[in-house]
């Protein structure tokens, strides 16, 4: 009667079968082979206590749209670990252009000198610094000295305040402002047009990239990996500069920053163009990349294709350019976003095994990678990352509850991921701690302990784009940093 | 430079390799093994053009709750379709509670005569056919017949649409009504008791259960199998009958049901008991079931525990009982709700696992599974199928969007798995159309296509409690009405 399955027998369960196939769960898990120390070992538990209490508390952040668990989530215990956690975490997945908190923007960079502004049709704004009045701009009011409307506009709180609305999504009730992903893009995409102005001015440009570095120190990030199209900057004087003059600002505001921070590693550019660009288009962005890369071997580690994956033409479009690198023999590092769709078997949906196919290095997303299990194993058996952003994908409403996010099943498998922040500024997450702990608390579960934040660290530097000798010194320099966190928070 | 995975070479992928990979995806899936004749295939194709038409309207009823998308799903061909399918699948899992539809409870019962009713504190209602006055229920006013107060009412129709809110969970704003699952489960137990005292009367009993079939019938169902506590029948004059009373109705209502409509196969009873309950109690239904299976061998097919299992006790928990009937020797098969929980990790999440030690012959929902690679392996060698029930996940607020239901994962690596209904009456979804639906739009997505629904439907047959040689009469006459239905839609 008794029925066995390898050693297992079923009908009455022997405890230490089952407590040995708990085990093994357990040890598949994310950080599910770390070894911890007695002092972690103490810490995890504590951790472990945090979470049931924030389980069992009336509301569970991870539960709700970020926007309005934001206020519960800054006063959970676990947050303020995390954001002291000395993570030497890198940030592996953040575009530039949304970098800094918006409030810097307005209140640092719209209250610069010589700054216009104008209203398009669509009710959004443009900018653009210039000594003399801009030319006129198709479906824009006429430009306007934003300190003059500033001052005509009376209350300065909130005409900045109604700034500040144009250059994020975060909202007080996203559900109602966002009912569809259709309409939750395309707001996404009109701030990134309504920002541009400002940080495409050279000034503000390297400002920018400084503030953007420090608040990421500020989160306790040692390194990060910037995806960016390498906008055309421009003076006062309407003088323009190009893709290599961006290149070089990073080389210099990264040495500016490494001497006042010498324990930051920098960051890099991940050179990226828009999906909805012709196939000749890419192909051109993708020579250029490898130029970019020979110039700049310091800062430009590789190329990705960016925008609503959903709306745009699979990788598949572009293979021509794609297999450039490979036909000219030159090296070319992707990092593509791939599977950022809640359409399973779609053509677009077939751009993560492409990524794959095509060498990918890391994976943007990779949402849908569960619904793909050969995808899944290539990765798994390439040691191809996924970069995980939880409240990306929530914001941009591909999930609701962060327990359901697919990841939790790559977390449950060990697959190799980094988490990261994607867009920190449009969703009102500065730095990684928000995202860790929508990955620690709510992808994670019960299950996830210290030893997952450890892995969770020691992946994003191992699967950065760090030679192999600067991963080394720079783990060594996390643990360093990581034991005394461990022994502080006891 | 070219590196090589498993015959894979990356970086210029090669066209064939290509294909070979997206085929080996789609062989994995339910369904994908499935050869499909020259008229299913061109079936098949037809579905996945309306498939397509569905996905590019405005709104897409998987994405949304299904209390509004119903009014879509209606109108959609592909539901048409299969409402039409002679499925010949059973529904494995249906509470007997909430077969029938609400409208009929109304229309039919309540206008019997010697129903009282009376109002209880918390805004629900109770009923009670009786010759005389019953005695006053604790927190519930005096009784009254039904009768006399809707006549007082003035308009019947407002009043008996008020009954029909107590009897069911659909409303039109779902999302203001249940805010949590702690607020949806509450209502869900609140309306069992509202309807308990109507479907308890013995005579209400046999009608429901007839009517319940005949629903199922009109919906192309040919067997099913309900999970019913066997509740305590009574009459007009207060006797009541006991839980052999209502295996051998069932097998009264088979007979006279099956005399009218040979082509259906009948109605089996899963024993449950309420996971509240304490452990003796648990223990005492087990020893009831063992019995029962041994006095009722044609109705009576097995046990469960049922209720919230969030916040009920975990299976390990009643290990003694569920023990009990291998220890005795006795054959009692099991068919555990198990994983029904978006709370990773905890003692509860732990059923799924206990579940398949204690050799359960299916698993309810299982919505948990893909979090768990062990037991997932485990269910999946030992051929354990999920049974899915994809409105109740959404309607209970374990997910919302069901393109991400984790039942994707389940799907694409085809895991056994059957779809059902939990609930109809509850969910304002007869029969089981609208789940298939929402497995094959929603949860499928652009890849499940007729061979799903063929797999689905020979599934729910070849993991029933059916003897083997029922299960072969019922496939061969699902043949017929299968290849009668695709020839009659192309
Ligand atoms: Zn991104
Ligand atoms: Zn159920």
Redesign the interface.
């Known amino acids: ?3 066995c ?2 050693g ?1 027998c ?4 022997d405890p230490s ?2 407590d040995h ?2 085990q ?2 357990v040890f ?1 898990q994310v950080g599910g082979r770390v070894l911890l120390t007695e002092p972690e070992r103490r810490l995890s538990e504590r951790l472990c206590e945090l979470k049931k209490q924030e ?1 069992a508390g009336p509301q569970f952040p991870p ?1 709700m749209h970020f926007f309005k668990a934001r206020p519960f989530i800054r006063r959970s215990p676990i947050f303020n670990l995390l954001q002291k956690m000395p993570k030497g975490r890198a940030a592996l997945h953040i575009h530039a252009a949304s970098l800094v908190d918006v409030d810097w923007l307005v209140k640092n960079v719209t209250y610069r000198p010589h700054c216009y502004v104008c209203f398009t049709q669509d009710k959004s704004v443009r900018f653009r610094f210039s000594t003399q009045q801009p030319l006129c701009q198709p479906q824009c009011s006429p430009w306007i000295l934003l300190e003059t409307l500033r001052r005509k506009m009376g209350n300065a709180t909130d005409f900045d305040h109604s700034l500040v609305q144009n250059f994020t999504l975060f909202t007080s009730d996203p ?1 109602a402002a966002y009912p569809s992903q259709e309409v939750v893009w395309n707001k996404f995409e009109k701030t990134f047009s309504a920002i541009s102005g400002l940080v495409r001015h050279a000034p503000v440009f390297k400002d920018y990239l400084y503030e953007g570095l420090m608040q990421l120190y500020m989160d306790n990030v040692m390194y990060v990996e910037l995806r960016t199209e390498l906008p055309e900057t421009y003076e006062l004087d309407g003088g323009t500069h190009s893709k290599s003059w961006c290149l070089q600002t990073y080389q210099e505001v990264n040495q500016k920053f490494a001497a006042q921070h010498p324990d930051f590693l920098g960051a890099r550019v991940i050179f990226t163009v828009h999906r909805n660009r012709s196939p000749s288009q890419v192909k051109e962005a993708v020579q250029n990349a490898i130029s970019f890369r020979k110039q700049f071997p310091e800062v430009m580690v590789g190329f990705d294709l960016v925008g609503h994956e959903d709306t745009g033409k699979p990788l598949w479009y572009f ?1 021509e350019a794609l ?1 450039l690198p ?2 000219m ?1 030159a ?1 070319l590092p992707y990092f593509f976003h791939a599977g950022e769709t ?5 053509e677009v ?2 751009n993560l ?2 990524a ?4 990918t290095s890391r994976i943007g997303h990779g949402f849908a990678l ?6 899944k194993e ?1 990765s798994r ?2 040691g191809v990352p996924i970069e995980l952003c939880p409240i990306s994908n929530q914001v941009l409403k ?4 962060l ?2 996010h ?1 990841a ?2 790559l977390m ?2 060990g697959h190799p991921l980094v988490v990261s922040s994607d867009d920190p500024s449009m969703f009102g997450s500065t730095g990684l701690s928000y995202d860790f702990y929508e990955a620690f608390v709510g992808i ?5 302990h210290l030893g997952t934040l450890k892995e969770l660290a020691i992946n994003s530097l191992r699967y950065s784009s760090l030679s192999p000798q600067q991963k080394e010194e720079a783990l060594a320099l996390w643990q360093k940093k990581w034991d005394k966190f461990v022994c502080e928070n006891l």
């Open positions: 009667l008794v029925l399955w390898a297992v079923l009908g009455v369960p079968v089952r196939l708990m093994e769960e598949r389980m539960a559900e293979k297999s490979m036909n023999g090296t809640d359409w399973e078997g779609t949906d077939g095994l492409d794959l196919l095509f060498n569960p619904h793909h299990p050969v995808a290539l058996k390439m591909l999930v609701s509850d327990r359901n697919p939790a099943v449950s498998e994670g579960g019960m299950k996830s």
